[in-house]
């Protein structure tokens, strides 16, 4: 069966500090990837998708960046973290991009930027 | 543009009550709908899905949804609610216009109170 993974679970970082949050899938080949970030429990921003090795696609112009440097594994950035940062940040995958296919999340990584 | 909407930020209901939360949307197209469920500090799970067939479908933990044309909604319910259905609950639909992505309602808190 297939899981997917995310660490750091939580994570309080400095405001200009860099970030790394890494999320990896297991059991599947060759996924679509997606990091989204809640923000006060409620919707969900799509911030980053990737289709495959490489290939990132950004929905909104922000701080953050994303790679993807193995097929299951993919990672968010930041140089410089801000205030505005700080959020509940998940890790999806699914089998396709096509709009019928589920997507399952992994548990999240929360991160406070003081 | 495509859109879902989840009017009711809280919805509370008594422990053994039916339950529905509910969703509209706004698509072109053939509209491919989820509903999932998120528990505290926790990524969201998947409940249900309609992409085309019966208009009732049934998911996880005893939900089910009415996809209803004419009135453009997809009402989640469950027959008799349990204190542990207390949670928030996302609507979401395909959006064909940003490559059949998939986007979120802002989610409806659900208490169920004993």
């Known amino acids: 069966s297939q899981t997917i993974h995310q660490w750091p679970a939580t994570l309080v970082q400095p405001v200009g500090s860099p970030l790394s949050l890494e999320c990896t899938v297991e059991?599947?080949?060759?996924?679509?990837l997606y990091w989204y970030r809640q923000a006060a429990g409620r919707g969900l921003q799509l911030l980053f998708y990737?289709?495959?090795?490489?290939?990132i696609s950004s929905e909104v112009p922000q701080n953050l960046s994303a790679s993807r440097p193995q097929d299951r594994q993919f990672i968010l950035s930041s140089k410089k973290l801000l205030l505005s940062d700080s959020g509940f940040y998940l890790c999806?995958?699914?089998?396709?991009?096509?709009?019928?296919?589920?997507?399952?999340f992994g548990p999240g990584t929360r991160l406070l930027v003081l | 543009a495509q859109s879902v909407a989840q009017p009711e930020d809280q919805v509370n209901v008594a422990e053994g009550n039916p339950l529905t939360v509910k969703c509209t949307y706004s698509?072109?197209?053939?509209?491919?709908l989820f509903w999932y469920v998120q528990y505290p500090n926790r990524g969201l799970q998947f409940l249900l899905k309609?992409?085309?067939?019966?208009?009732l479908v049934k998911g996880s933990y005893g939900f089910e949804a009415e996809f209803n044309k004419s009135q453009t909604s997809f009402h989640l319910k469950k027959p008799s609610a349990l204190v542990s259905d207390s949670a928030l609950y996302f609507c979401?639909?395909?959006?064909?216009?940003?490559?059949?992505?998939?986007?979120f309602g802002k989610g409806t808190r659900l208490h169920i109170l004993p």
């Open positions: 999806a995958w699914s089998t396709g991009l096509a709009g019928s296919e589920t997507q399952y």
């Open positions: 059991g599947t080949s060759n996924p679509n």
């Open positions: 990737s289709v495959g090795i490489g290939q």
């Open positions: 698509v072109s197209g053939n509209p491919y």
């Open positions: 309609y992409i085309t067939g019966d208009n």
């Open positions: 979401a639909v395909r959006d064909m216009n940003r490559d059949d992505k998939i986007i």
